[in-house]
């Protein structure tokens, strides 16, 4: 299967490039970035992610996509949909976004955001899109509630994939089809 390539009028969304490394490692190792996962990654972790969304791209035709700045044909970061990990205490489908710290603040996030959902209900046909995001992740909770996403306080939790500590916090956003 053919990875999906998704665009807005700023951006594309496409399958990870070997090019991609260097700002995706950087993006990784900044903790401004990461600062709601716990840890830094290095490039050999870097590496081993690109591939690993590479890989999921290709044989569903969905997933974590790199973001791409069309005019500048720049990487900016990833975003896309995914299934919830095993380890969740709901399940579904999840939506997110990530970029580098040059890119926060122009409306990226939510523009890709935006086709990210839309694919999913349109092409996938999922009846609900959750966002998993650190409790005091206050601007991505931003795009997540711009999108038109609810946060559900019931379904808050101890995200099993962080270490303990405050970050652990989660919080779940829903979005149904309309």
Known sequence: MTAAELTTPRLLLRQWQDEDLDRWAELNADPQVRRYFGTLLDREQSA?????????????????????????????GFAGLDPVDPEMPFDGVEAGWRLHRDAWGHGYAT????????????????????????????????????????????ADFLDPGVPPGPQQRAVLYRLARD
Request: aromatic share 10%; proline share 3%; hydrophobic share 45%.
């Open 111 to 154: 523009e890709a955001g935006r086709t990210v959902l839309r694919y999913g209900f349109e092409e996938l046909g999922l009846a609900e899109i959750l966002a998993v995001i650190a409790a005091g992740n206050t601007p991505s909770r931003a795009v997540a509630e711009r999108l038109g996403m609810v946060h559900d306080p019931a």
């Open 48 to 76: 081993g992610s690109l591939e690993h969304f590479r890989t999921e791209l290709a044989q569903r035709g969905w997933g974590w996509w790199a973001v791409e700045l069309r005019s500048e044909r720049r990487f900016l």
